[in-house]
């Protein structure tokens, strides 16, 4: 099975994570995404929930996505938890699937930051999320010449959903409305964990 592996804090989870979830299952041979909630981002300092918290907002927030699901598959390794040793260690322990990397436009833009990146992209199939509509158009002029090798990323394309996770936390604090930005499952639960 093809595996999309995105990655993230995910603090807390939102519609945009699964619009992208979706994208890609809709629109690459990805059959199924796992949501890899992140103990710690090593770029950056941490300020999020604790993993427990933030894993089972994501559970609770997939429930009937039969297609995407949580995992705290980092939990089980050494830090610094970088990408290339999480999808390395994710090969050996499920040698029986493929995995693809799931990342924003903006995580590609500084790809060559990562650990090993070089190597990420010589074994791993990316997949790239736009972030805006110009990239997403000039994306989409290339994305089948993209996926005719490894060596490039494949570029999804579609609709925009400009919501980010600070967002979330910011209104939550101001007790401001969440509709439309966090499944409704989770919405009358987050004000517990993020005020």
């Known amino acids: 099975m093809n595996i999309g592996i995105f990655g993230g804090s995910f603090n807390p989870i939102h519609n945009g994570h699964l619009h992208i979830a979706r994208a890609a299952l809709q629109q690459t041979d990805v059959e199924e995404v796992w949501i890899l909630v992140s103990p710690q981002n090593p770029l950056k300092a941490n300020t999020a929930q604790p993993l427990a918290i933030r894993y089972q907002l994501a559970r609770i927030a997939l429930h009937g996505e039969p297609h995407i699901k949580a995992s705290h598959f980092e939990t089980a390794l050494t830090p610094p938890y970088y ?4 999808l390395q260690a994710l090969q ?6 493929h995995f693809s990397l799931i990342i924003g436009e903006d995580n590609w833009d500084s790809f060559e930051k990562w ?11 990316i997949i790239v999320y736009p972030r805006s509509a110009a990239s997403a158009a000039a994306a989409h002029t290339t994305t089948a010449e ?3 090798t490894r060596r490039h990323p494949i570029f999804l394309t579609g609709q925009f959903m400009h919501i980010s996770s600070t967002d979330v936390r910011q209104r939550l604090h101001n007790h401001e409305d969440t509709k439309n930005l966090v499944p409704d499952i989770i919405q009358p639960i987050l004000p517990l964990f993020y005020d």
């Open 146 to 148: 993209n996926t005719a």
């Open 92 to 97: 050996s322990t499920y040698p029986q699937h």
């Open 115 to 125: 650990h090993r990146h070089e190597d990420i992209i010589s074994h791993y199939t």
């Open 83 to 86: 990408t290339w040793n999480t």
